[in-house]
């Protein structure tokens, strides 16, 4: 049986919580599935990303945690962060 969602007739919202998530593999040619809402990162070091407004920006030094960062691309020259998840 499936799980009972309590929250279905609620409207998504940016402060609402996450309902999709992708493991990220860096690419510098392929956008991801779905713009993020928050990436995850397990292993910090540094993110390159295009941001949704098509800025391209290094995160240098990102710890591991939870990043609000809305963007279409990890790029995979200039980030060593890794174990990335997209989440939307």
């Known amino acids: 049986m499936p799980a009972l969602d309590?929250?279905?007739a609620?409207?998504?919202s940016l402060g609402g919580p996450l309902t999709s998530a992708l493991e990220v593999t860096p690419d510098n040619a392929a956008d991801l599935p779905n713009v993020s809402r928050s990436?995850?990162?397990g292993v910090g070091g540094d993110l390159r990303v295009l941001m949704l407004d098509g800025?391209?920006?290094t995160y240098g030094g990102l710890g591991p945690g939870w990043h609000p960062i809305r963007v279409s691309r990890v790029l995979a020259t200039g980030t060593t962060a890794s174990a990335i998840v997209?989440?939307?």
């Open 6 to 8: 309590d929250f279905d």
């Open 10 to 12: 609620h409207s998504k």
């Open 39 to 41: 990436l995850f990162v």
């Open 55 to 57: 800025q391209t920006v």
């Open 86 to 88: 997209a989440c939307w």
